[in-house]
């Protein structure tokens, strides 16, 4: 049992550059998210699901997509990246509406230069 | 105001000792709310939610809950070195049930 998933464990990418981050959980939960951290602060949240087929914007949506195609994987695209996308990205997921537990991937670690 | 503030520290106490640490919340209708444990470099972790005014208790860990003043916290008896980490304040406002709101965090170092 993985728990949640997350590749790669870290990137450096060219300004203007394109990459998806990837994110698989094996629990079968329902809600899915994405956040960003940059030093010394909480988390953002970037986009999340209620289930598949369903996506919605959280607080930093500028600068990236996300799809919902199975239960298991939330992949966010970045597109055209810039230094401010720079941060580590956490991928969290929850069972539903009856829990408030978030479990969290290990990160992925972006540098944009 | 932000949504949850919440002592950057870092905060220091010697071992042995009762860590306690504060987050404050600006949404008066706020339903839930959450203490995360992060190491650093690792992944936040929940340690404890509340939801009753009052407080809750588990292991060394409390958490109070105040929703007339907006205040939670989280009290740490016997402080350890392993509890040495960042901890976030998490609320779940009361329009997006499936939305948290995290604060900044309080780091925390415990003096061996």
């Known amino acids: 049992n993985a728990g949640v998933t997350q590749t790669p464990k870290f990137r450096i990418l060219k300004i203007g550059q394109s990459m998806t981050l990837q994110c698989t959980q094996d629990m079968n939960h329902n809600y899915m998210y994405w956040y960003r951290q940059d030093p010394g602060m909480g988390l953002k949240l970037i986009y999340y699901s209620v289930g598949a087929g369903i996506t919605d914007k959280g607080e930093v949506p500028n600068g990236y997509n996300v799809s919902r195609s199975t239960t298991e994987d939330f992949p966010l695209r970045l597109e055209l990246a810039a230094p401010s996308q720079t941060s580590v990205y956490f991928c969290?997921?929850?069972?539903?509406?009856?829990?408030?537990?978030?479990?969290f991937g290990p990160g992925t670690r972006l540098t944009v230069t | 105001q932000k949504e949850v503030e919440q002592n950057s520290g870092p905060l220091s106490v010697p071992e042995g000792a009762i860590a306690s640490l504060n987050c404050t919340y600006s949404?008066?209708?706020?339903?839930?709310f959450f203490w995360y444990r992060q190491y650093s470099g690792k992944s936040p972790e929940l340690i404890m939610f509340?939801?009753?005014?009052g407080d809750k208790e588990d292991g060394r860990f409390t958490a109070q809950l105040n929703k007339a003043s907006q205040y939670v916290s989280l009290l740490i008896r016997d402080s350890q070195p392993s509890d040495s980490a960042t901890y976030l304040c998490?609320?779940?406002?009361?329009?997006?049930?499936?939305?948290?709101?995290f604060g900044a965090g309080t780091r925390l170092f415990v003096k061996a």
């Open positions: 509340i939801y009753s005014n």
């Open positions: 949404d008066r209708g706020s339903q839930s």
């Open positions: 969290g997921t929850r069972r539903g509406e009856d829990s408030y537990e978030q479990y």
């Open positions: 998490a609320v779940n406002p009361p329009t997006g049930g499936f939305k948290t709101i």
